[in-house]
Each structure stands twice: as C-alpha cells, then as structure tokens.
C-alpha cells in the first residue's frame, strides 16, 4: 500500500462554498446551503441557516446592482439579460462569522484537458514513474476530504503543477487502494460500454460535490468503484464543479507536458 498524507491542521480552517451566480441567481444554492450546513454540524462550526439566506441574498442583489452601474446606457442591457456570470465565495469560521466575495466568472471552453496525478506529479515535479505516491495518492480514510474547507494540504503539490501547466483544467487523484477519487477543482465522471455515466461514491475519499449531487438527484449519474482503467479507456470522461458545470473531458498522458 503506497504512503498517503496523513495531516492535522494547526489552526481551525475555514468552511468554503464556491458558487455560480447567473442570471440573478444561485442556482445550485440549497445544495451549497445544504453543504455547508451538514460540515458546520460534524465540525463544530456556528452556522445560522436563515442569516446565511439573507447574507448570500444580500452579496446577489449588491453584485448586481454594481454591474448595472458599469451599465448605465439605457439602451445596454443590464448584467442578467446578457447572461454575466459571477464567482461567489463564502467562507464560514468557526464562530460563525460569514465572508462573501464575487468576482466576474469567463467561460470554460470545453473540452477541458486533464490528466492523472499519478503520471505527472513527482519529487522533481516533472512527468516521472517514480512519482512520490504521497503527492498523488489520497486516504480515503480521511475525515476532512469530505468537507469543503481551507485546508487542502494533500493537493498543494498538484496545484503547484496546474500553475505550471495552464492548459491542463485539473489532475485526477486515486486513493491509496488505486481507485479513482477526484480531481483538486473537480469531480470525475467515466462513462461505461452502455453509455451510463459513472462518478466514485464519497468512501473512496472525496469531496461531495454540489454539481455532483445535483446530477445524481436527477439520474444523470451513478456511483461505483472505479479503476485507472477504467478511466483510461472510458469511452468519454467529463468533470464537474458548481462553478464550471458539467464539461466533457480528454485525458492526457505526461508527455504532453514534457516540453512545458
């Protein structure tokens, strides 16, 4: 069994909800909500349901309307009616104190390319098959993979690698029994012989993500086990992440990378 991180975090983290604001709303909001709360509950955390409404309503109506100001013509259509999307950050402390912040969202061309972290993350930080396990293998075990939250040390290395690598959208994590887990901004999806789309369940250690869930309460989606071969010879791949949506997937191999 390869060696994993096993960390602790030396300050109390902060609880995060990344969410897309379009067309005047947050669509998936009762599901972040729904997050957010049931992680405040395991941890410990203050979380005040109805204030935490009023707050993200608030952060809603004051993003808008500063994009209406940047739009004063009377013949420009306002931010809603062109289809602006906007990045919408809450953080959660633990004594309950809410920070919100919204920041224009571009597009994500699709297919979005990614590749796995075990062909491309090693010590040297290069393509190797000597790559450190520790830096790509996740314990699914670990509690705090199933909160969206600050600490995130068990994918530092790999989103050093994404800066290094801008044309690559994420990496693909395995545990240490070598079964797929996730990607370090996205859920991984494998699509079978039968054509169904098939993303892993939360024991193999991964965040439960609100695109993710949203997909599975409509049937689009079902869970199972799910090697690396499974991935490298799925008909079709797609990730997923509230954010960005529901994207179609190529995955590369490390030596698209090697003259990066």
């Given at each position: 069994m390869p060696d994993v991180l096993h960390p602790t975090p030396n300050s109390t983290p902060e609880l995060i909800e990344t969410m897309r604001l379009h067309a005047g709303r947050i669509a998936l909001w009762p599901l972040?909500?729904?997050r957010l709360l049931a992680s405040a509950a395991s941890l410990g955390y203050k979380a005040d349901a109805q204030a935490l409404d009023?707050?993200?309503?608030a952060c809603i109506q004051k993003t808008l309307s500063d994009a209406s100001r940047q739009h004063p013509a009377p013949n420009v259509p306002d931010a809603t009616a062109v289809g602006q999307s906007w990045r919408v950050r809450l953080l959660l402390a633990q004594n309950g104190e809410v920070q919100l912040t919204a920041a224009e969202l571009p597009e994500t061309p699709s297919p979005v390319t990614i590749a796995l972290a075990c062909d491309v993350l090693s010590q040297g930080?290069?393509?190797?098959?000597?790559?450190?396990?520790?830096?790509?293998?996740?314990d699914a075990s670990n509690s705090w993979l199933r909160h969206k939250t600050t600490f995130r040390p068990w994918y530092q290395a790999g989103q050093h690698w994404l800066q290094q690598h801008p044309s690559c959208f994420d990496l693909i994590f395995v545990n240490q029994s070598g079964h797929l887990c996730e990607g370090s901004r996205s859920t991984i999806y494998v699509q079978d012989s039968?054509?169904?789309?098939?993303?892993?369940?939360?024991?193999?250690?991964?965040?439960?993500?609100?695109?993710?869930?949203s997909l599975l309460?409509?049937?689009?989606?079902?869970?199972?086990?799910?090697?690396?071969h499974d991935m490298r010879t799925a008909p079709a791949l797609r990730v997923s992440n509230a954010l960005r949506g529901w994207l179609d997937a190529r995955l590369a191999g490390p030596a698209m990378f090697l003259d990066i």
């Open positions: 972040h909500r729904s009023a707050k993200v309503l930080n290069a393509p190797s098959s000597t790559a450190d396990p520790a830096v790509h293998c996740l039968q054509g169904r789309w098939l993303t892993p369940p939360v024991t193999e250690g991964l965040l439960p993500g609100v695109m993710r869930q309460n409509d049937n689009h989606v079902s869970e199972a086990r799910l090697s690396l």
